[in-house]
Nanobody, 115 residues
Framework: QVQLVESGGGLVQAGGSLRLSCAASGTIISIGAMRWYRQAPGKERELVATITSGGSTNYADSVKGRFTISRDNAKKIVYLQMNSLKPEDAAVYSC?????????WGQGTQVTVSS
């Protein structure tokens, strides 16, 4: 079984920065794509950023130029650096990792942005 533990959420003022982390543990033979999603109250879950096993990245238009996804394969961690945060970025952020050809989710971490 694979477990994902997220950290780094919190309260930040608009224009500020946060870095989210998602660490994978357990019996892991392979890790594929790693993703960050977010869901704000009353809204559908949104794919924020993806990083493939090869390091290619993709971002939602709403975060391009402000957010950066990265991964440390040795430590089995995916990061989301969030800069220039806006009130509309407030949401529960969850990581999703393809490990051992299966999909796993973290528990989510709250990001609150005050205006």
């Amino acid at each position: 079984q694979v477990q994902l533990v997220e950290s780094g959420g919190g309260l930040v003022q608009a224009g500020g920065s946060l870095r989210l982390s998602c660490a994978a543990s357990g019996t892991i033979i392979s890790i594929g794509a790693m993703r960050w999603y977010r869901q704000a109250p009353g809204k559908e879950r949104e794919l924020v950023a993806t990083i493939t096993s090869g390091g290619s990245t993709n971002y939602a238009d709403s975060v391009k130029g402000r957010f950066t996804i990265s991964r440390d394969n040795a430590k089995k961690i995916v990061y989301l650096q969030m800069n220039s945060l806006k009130p509309e970025d407030a949401a529960v952020y969850s990581c999703n990792v393809i490990a051992n050809l299966a999909s796993y989710w973290g528990q989510g971490t709250q990001v609150t942005v005050s205006s």
